[in-house]
């Protein structure tokens, strides 16, 4: 599995959330992470943050940020226990958030 995060330069809350959710997929689900500060040639109309799962981009359902579930329903099939990923993911985000109120 190829993840890809749009990032802005510097990177602000959402960007430093998904890349811990990035890194979460790496340690728990054998990711591959890579990082860009501009959109891939081919999705030129993508802008960051945003978060790529082989090359498709994960869409919010609220429309602004990436929550662990959107995170799941873009893995699909691609991992065996996507409960487990969901688990982590958001433990990940409840981190994240609780540093944001600090």
């Known amino acids: 599995m190829e993840i890809t995060l749009l990032l802005n330069d510097p990177p602000g809350g959402r960007c430093r959330l998904y890349r811990a959710y990035a890194a979460a997929l790496g340690e728990h689900a054998s990711a591959q992470c ?11 109309e993508l ?9 498709l981009p994960v869409a919010a359902a609220d429309g602004v940020i990436l929550m662990p ?34």
């Open 34 to 44: 890579t990082e860009r500060f501009d959109a891939p040639p081919e999705q030129p």
């Open 69 to 102: 579930g959107d995170i799941v329903l873009a893995l699909g099939n691609q991992h065996a226990h996507t409960t487990r990923l969901e688990a982590i993911l958001e433990v990940v985000m409840d981190k994240c958030m609780q540093e944001w109120e600090s």
């Open 47 to 55: 802008r960051a943050p945003a978060m790529l799962v082989n090359g």
